[in-house]
Nanobody, 118 residues
Framework: QVQLVESGGGLVQAGGSLRLSCVASGSIGMINAMGWYRQAPGKQRELVAVVTSGGSTNYADSVKGRFTISRDSAESTVLLQMNSLKAEDTAVYYC????????????WGQGTQVTVSS
């Protein structure tokens, strides 16, 4: 089994910064991609940013230029540096990993709350 454990959420004022961290552990095979999604109250879960095993990244338009995703392959860790936070960034942020081990599977973390006060 694979576990994703997130940390780094919290309360911050608009314009501030937070850094989210997610560590994958367990029976990890090959990590194809790791990323972050978020879900605000009453809204669908949406992609924030993703980084592939090859180092390619993709960001939601709403966070481009403010958020940076990075990955430490040796540590099976993905980081999300969030700068210039806005009230509309308030959501539960979920870590996501696509892992190949006897087949390709998708895993989710438990979520971490990010609240930006205006």
């Amino acid at each position: 089994q694979v576990q994703l454990v997130e940390s780094g959420g919290g309360l911050v004022q608009a314009g501030g910064s937070l850094r989210l961290s997610c560590v994958a552990s367990g029976s990890i095979g090959m990590i194809n991609a790791m990323g972050w999604y978020r879900q605000a109250p009453g809204k669908q879960r949406e992609l924030v940013a993703v980084v592939t095993s090859g180092g390619s990244t993709n960001y939601a338009d709403s966070v481009k230029g403010r958020f940076t995703i990075s990955r430490d392959s040796a540590e099976s860790t993905v980081l999300l540096q969030m700068n210039s936070l806005k009230a509309e960034d308030t959501a539960v942020y979920y870590c996501n990993a696509i892992i190949t081990r006897l087949g390709r599977s998708t895993y989710w973390g438990q979520g971490t709350q990010v609240t930006v006060s205006s």
